[in-house]
């Protein structure tokens, strides 16, 4: 089964896409707002970083470790994922209960019984999640080698990804001097731990936008790509990655800051509910909360999804209206089921939480070493460091997945001109998904009819 395409979205696209000019989409800055309080963020949190960091400028950094074994994953990732990709994310997704597992062996070894047992937590969740979707590797690999494939012929978005992950390591540089600051304080733990969070709020916010920036560059390289026939056509405009590149940090930076806020958290939750829901079985009680839970996060994806960035990089909509259209596409070409079948973006996020975990081990072992007092601290912000840098190689990969999605919604036909047995391939699955959809959907109002004729009787 092949979803059908909208002509109107086509032409839309086409007058917008083939122009060649990503940055002249539109001409006002969508959600200035949250723009500007990226900005003022930044300068805030940037001044107090300095200060901070300056109030113990005679003593050595102990987070710079963690910044380079961040930046060494990463760049590692993004080499390896060319050759070794479908090695690199099976790794990835059957090590990193292991890993947790050992983490939580050694944080009890040290006496940390609140991370152990967080850490035993996550393993068993990790474990239980793998379980729930075993079924679902196959196609999930299938699709992240095609978009390896697709972003390996395409060396100008891996500089780009090269390019940010420098400005991120320059950032990091102050943000580990400031933090360290942070650590030396002369007051107490708990001061200590909420000044620190709230330091990593803010690199979160910071490490996603600079991930979303490259997502919106890729998509719209990609997409560009799909659309003329391939990197080499004639037809392609010149120098198509520096107009998307400034189309991103200009005419939609603003609508890009605003959903980095939200939408990395909303799309763990949904991971997480959606593989519960599918075991949970008969247990009605369960299942209701469970349902209440996974129709809100359903809400909440509506309004805030990664595809949302695809629609910003060809259309220039707003964030909101972005991910709004993406997930009506979606509904109604039917690949929302093919889409909640994916774990593609699961399996990167895997990838990314073991580089930040092993980044986050070997700064915990080197202050242990020096600073045992403080290894929880040093070893948790090290960990999301190293995340936000993997995350940056990896984002490359899931802009390119997102973008085959959105072409398939709109336009099949680009993927079957790109690769006809990947074309078959999804739209055979497709036409699985809805056929068990369907029979979901049957066997759902037998059992309701039945339990309303015994009710009756």
Same mark, same amino acid.
């Given at each position: ?14 007058? %917008? ?11 006002? =800055? ?32 102990? =987070? ?8 060494? =994953? ?25 890993? =947790? ?25 990790? %474990? ?35 390019? $940010? ?57 990609? %997409? ?74 359903? $809400? ?29 596409? $979606? ?90 047995? $990947? ?35």
């Amino acid at each position: 089964m092949t979803p059908p395409s909208d002509p109107r979205k086509r032409i839309c696209r086409e007058s %917008f896409v083939f122009s060649g000019n990503l940055s002249n989409g539109v001409s006002s =800055l969508a959600d200035v707002f949250w723009l500007l309080i990226f900005m003022a963020h930044l300068i805030v949190v940037g001044f107090v970083l300095g200060v901070f960091g300056l109030n113990r400028f005679k003593q050595p950094d102990r =987070l710079n470790i963690d910044s380079g074994v961040g930046a060494v =994953l990463g760049w590692t990732w993004l080499l390896l994922l060319g050759s070794q990709a479908n090695q690199i994310m099976k790794f990835s997704v059957h090590i990193l209960t292991t890993y =947790l597992a050992v983490i939580s062996v050694l944080c009890f070894w040290v006496e940390q019984f609140f991370w152990g047992v967080a850490f035993a937590i996550g393993a068993a969740l990790q %474990f239980l999640y793998v379980i729930s979707v075993i079924d679902r590797l196959p196609f999930t690999m299938l699709v992240l080698q095609r978009a390896v494939k697709m972003v390996w012929n395409l060396p100008e978005v891996r500089r780009v990804a090269c390019i $940010f992950m420098l400005v991120m390591l320059l950032w990091l540089a102050l943000w580990s001097f400031g933090a360290a600051g942070v650590v030396a304080l002369g007051i107490g733990d708990g001061g200590r731990w909420w000044l620190l969070v709230v330091l990593c709020v803010s690199l979160f916010w910071t490490g996603a936008v600079l991930c979303n920036v490259v997502h919106v560059v890729v998509s719209g390289m990609v %997409f560009l790509v799909l659309i003329h026939g391939g990197r080499e056509a004639t037809s392609m405009p010149p120098k198509p990655v520096m107009s998307s590149l400034q189309y991103a940090m200009t005419t939609s930076f603003g609508s890009i800051c605003y959903g980095s806020l939200f939408t990395a958290a909303i799309r763990t939750l949904r991971w997480e509910i959606r593989g519960l829901r599918s075991k949970i079985g008969s247990n009605e009680c369960l299942l209701c909360c469970v349902d209440f839970l996974f129709h809100l996060v359903e $809400f909440l994806v509506r309004w805030f999804n990664k595809y949302a960035y695809v629609q910003i990089a060809v259309y220039g909509k707003s964030f909101n209206h972005s991910a709004k259209d993406a997930w009506e596409l $979606f509904q109604s070409t039917g690949v929302e089921a093919l889409i909640a079948y994916d774990c593609s973006g699961a399996v990167l996020f895997m990838g990314t939480l073991l580089g930040g975990l092993i980044a986050g081990t070997c700064a915990a072992i080197w202050t242990r070493i020096k600073h045992p007092e403080r290894i929880v601290m040093v070893g948790s912000t090290a960990m999301l460091m190293g995340m936000i840098l993997v995350g940056l190689a990896m984002v490359v990969v899931e802009s390119a997945v997102t973008s085959i999605y959105i072409c398939y919604a709109e336009d099949p036909s680009l993927i079957n001109r790109w690769d006809s047995a $990947f074309f078959a391939q999804l739209s055979e699955k497709l036409h699985q998904r809805l056929q068990h959809r369907s029979s979901r959907a049957r066997e759902v109002l037998t059992h309701r009819v039945d339990e309303q004729v015994e009710t009756a009787v």
